[in-house]
């Protein structure tokens, strides 16, 4: 064979390969935030703590593993002055720069949503001022931040925070991180925890960066056996999910009610939490839900983050540096 046959062929092997490399990558880029975890029970925290510790090298372990996107759940209403304007303290932010940097350092997209802000769901009118105020401040802190830094309004808007409340606080949020933030990604989702049920009743604001969340815990027995913040759920302990055509079928109906309404308004869905805690659920069927919801989600389009790293529902034993094997490949192995 001469020379200039063998550099033809080479060129063309290279080309091959990197048109493997690119339609994989595209299969990944479901949408902005693809295929993500929640570092959860680290940031949404009171000072102290539960069961986690934040590491900084969380980021690296699940890069490496090949997710895309941390979804960073903080209680930014739990550290703040008691009066107006409702200054964030400095330590948790300090905390929260910390991740966004280690995020960035690491080519991972990362999602800064506000948690566990019990308060507003009481008392949604009188919480307002100290709603915008916190955006306010925390639109300034990020605002020369890359693109792929995003904001998640409040997580599961719930109890007296109704659609018409949320509709109407969520686009005067946005509007206020839109003064400082022209075209970053913010993620608003539904009122009665981001249930899809409800998504009919949210009101997008006019705006070209919206994502639209839910959180996806169906059936809920099953993912939320024996939980208990959950009132009623140890009657639940044993259910298994079987991977039933009847079961299957009922996650496909739901993600087509989403998909459609979210083709409808034109905007990218995000699957914020899904996942099934591990304490008596088998691991087999946490496995095959996991893997049919994160598939259903896929094929839609939908970018996903799983619920959570390192804690009730985890993934990975951070006390002994494991992962879990039949999870994560239910997230990340795609079958051939
Ligand atoms: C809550 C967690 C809870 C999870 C599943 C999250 O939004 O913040 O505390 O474990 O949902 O119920």
Redesign the pocket.
Known sequence: MNKKLLMICAVFFMLFITACLISKNTNLKINPIGRGINF??MF?VPPGGWNVQYKEDYFSIVKEKGFETVRL?VWFSGYTDNTPPYTINEEIFERVDSAVNKAIENDLNIILCM??YTDIMIQPKSQKEKFISMWNQIAERYKGMPDNVYFELL??PNNALDAITWNELAKEALAKVRETNTDRKVIIGPVNWNQFTYINELELPEDDNLIVTI?Y?EPFHFT?QG?S??SGATNWIGTTWDGTDEEKTEIDNNFDIVKEWADEHNVDVFIG?F?A?SKYADIQSRARWTRYVREAAEKREFGWTY??FCS??GIYEHYIKQWNKELVDALLLDEE
């Open positions: 959860g029970n949404e759940p948690h566990n997580n599961e959180h815990y939320h939980a913040w959950v939490e996942g805690y619920w959570e009730n529902f």
